[in-house]
């Protein structure tokens, strides 16, 4: 455009001399015209990313690799330590409604919105017929799915988050092997993740993931054969041989206190004995590269001894 109006243009018509401001309309006549973003026009402007995060996961994932001027928004989850790995970290940003609309969403300029699999259709589809760019992750149930979707997330966001991305992928991938060394040959206890929802963690589940890197057998996959979470078989379960019960809380007490009048939990031994794990809220149901923080609790409480200097 620049060399036509320079230097073609005199040629057609003599005398002819195009002023900057020409130029300038000139180029906005053609964004007009194509449909271009003013951003991303002939000048070469980049427009810059803006990304809008609707899942607690993809707020982990986005905290871990964008830089911070690249976050517009964050789900309305992302502060709570409860479902959030990373809620101090998410403290500067915008939070979505609880309930955001694609209005809600938008209203964040985004370039890029981030959702899962378990979003709502509508909303994504909504979103997407927008024209802004949209991702739907629905890897979530083993750290190879998490470093995945890191890898994902790092190509949308550019170089210096790819680098990020393989930098996590290796410090994480080094404790993962460092902790299957200290477990090699050590007793799997036998553990379950009660639940006052009427269902339990079987296999494919976080919480299997949970037990295969931190040395524990997962009675309702072992003994039940449950396969996500699913009602548990309530008289076969009393006779399960329950080293341990893996609960979620601030303290101990709290967290198994729902249990002490819920059958059959109440009567189980490993209750009424105190036999339990404590996690941190949010390490049960992690679908990030930050479950490896909860490998670790999970390994340490049940092998204390294979972590003796």
Known sequence: MAEWLGRSAPGLFPGFRPSRRLFLRAVALLVLATGLSPARTLLGAAEPIRVVSQTVGTDELLLALADPEQIAAL??????????????????????????????????????????DYSRLELVEQVRRTGVTVIVFDRYHTLEDAFHNLRVLGRALGPAAEARAEKIIADSQAIVDDLARRLEGAPRPRVIAPSTYGVIPG????????????GAENLAAT?????????????????WPIDYLVVAGDSLEQALAPYRELPPYA????????????????????????????????????????FEP
């Open 75 to 116: 789900s309305h989850l992302a502060g709570d330590p409860n479902f959030s790995a990373v809620g101090a970290e998410a403290a500067p940003y915008p939070k979505l409604d609880r309930n955001a609309d694609a209005e809600g969403i938008l209203k964040y300029h985004p370039t890029l919105v981030l959702f899962a």
């Open 223 to 239: 003994r039940a054969g449950l396969v996500g979470h699913q009602p548990p078989p309530v008289e076969q379960m009393l006779a």
């Open 267 to 306: 009567f189980m031994p490993a209750l009424r004995e105190g036999r339990a794990v404590l996690l941190e809220p949010w390490q049960l149901s992690c679908v990030t590269h930050h479950r490896v923080r909860g490998y670790l609790t999970l390994a340490r409480a049940l092998h204390p001894e294979r």
């Open 203 to 214: 296999a494919q589940t976080t919480f299997q993931n949970l037990c295969d890197h931190a």
